[in-house]
Antibody
Framework: QVQLVESGGRSVKPGGSLRLSCAAS????????MTWIRQAPGKGLEWLSY????????YYADSVKGRFTISRDNAKNSLYLQMNSLRAEDTAVYHC??????????????WGQGTMVTVSS | SYVLTQAPSVSVAPGKTARITCEEN??????VHWYQQKPGQAPVLVIY???DRPSGIPERFSGFNSGNTATLTISGVEAGDEAAYYC???????????FGGGTKLTVL
């Protein structure tokens, strides 16, 4: 069964750090590019970061560039998001998603259920 | 920056046709993907590359993209189609993925 499961979300104080993980199963993880997306409570979807299947190509949204770092470990079938200097506006459900093929513009065909991050003093 | 504009809400009676639009200058030159998100669930891809349908998505869902508007059309709307729908494009200028603000489809 093709599946993505996020973990690592919790409540953290402003300025704190957190590392999210996304465990992939049921497919050859190393063949797929991956991405992180978040959704603040009651709001729409916001793309955060993209990493190619090899890890050689990475993009970030302006809102997180310089604070968040995407990475992957193909041997462990895992995707990560290191989040530093967290702000209240980073409060959201964080989803990982699989890019359906190898082209950058390909859609995201598998999504995880998400993990909640709350940034509050 | 690239901004995709969607109407916040659309209402339609069961069995009728719902049209959800995504607007931006010259969006027709880009490839548009559409996602459906029901409350408390992860988004699901319903249309990709303007008008292609993933396996498992009913034929009632279709898409078209031209000029300044991309449209997701749902024919014979059912109660189970009630959800938020988001359009998405890759903006090559900024090297960013961009989502529309989402349209909440209500089935009357």
């Amino acid at each position: 069964q093709v599946q993505l499961v996020e973990s690592g979300g919790r409540s953290v104080k402003p300025g704190g750090s957190l590392r999210l993980s996304c465990a992939a199963s049921g497919f050859s993880f190393s063949d797929y590019s991956m991405t992180w997306i978040r959704q603040a409570p009651g709001k729409g979807l916001e793309w955060l970061s993209y990493i190619s299947f090899s890890g050689n190509t990475i993009y970030y949204a302006d809102s997180v560039k310089g604070r968040f770092t995407i990475s992957r470990d193909n041997a462990k079938n895992s995707l990560y998001l290191q989040m530093n200097s967290l702000r209240a506006e980073d409060t959201a459900v964080y989803h990982c998603a699989r890019c359906s093929h190898t082209t950058l513009t390909d859609p995201w065909d598998i999504w995880g259920q998400g993990t909640m991050v709350t940034v509050s003093s | 920056s690239y901004v995709l504009t969607q109407a916040p809400s659309v209402s339609v009676a069961p069995g009728k046709t719902a049209r959800i639009t995504c607007e931006e200058n010259n969006i027709g030159s880009k490839s548009v993907h559409w996602y459906q998100q029901k409350p408390g669930q992860a988004p699901v891809l319903v249309i990709y590359y303007d008008g292609d349908r993933p396996s498992g998505i009913p034929e009632r869902f279709s898409g078209f993209n031209s000029g300044n508007t991309a449209t997701l059309t749902i024919s014979g709307v059912e109660a189970g189609d009630e959800a938020a729908y988001y359009c998405q494009v890759w903006d090559t200028t900024s090297a960013h993925w961009v989502f529309g603000g989402g349209t909440k489809l209500t089935v009357l």
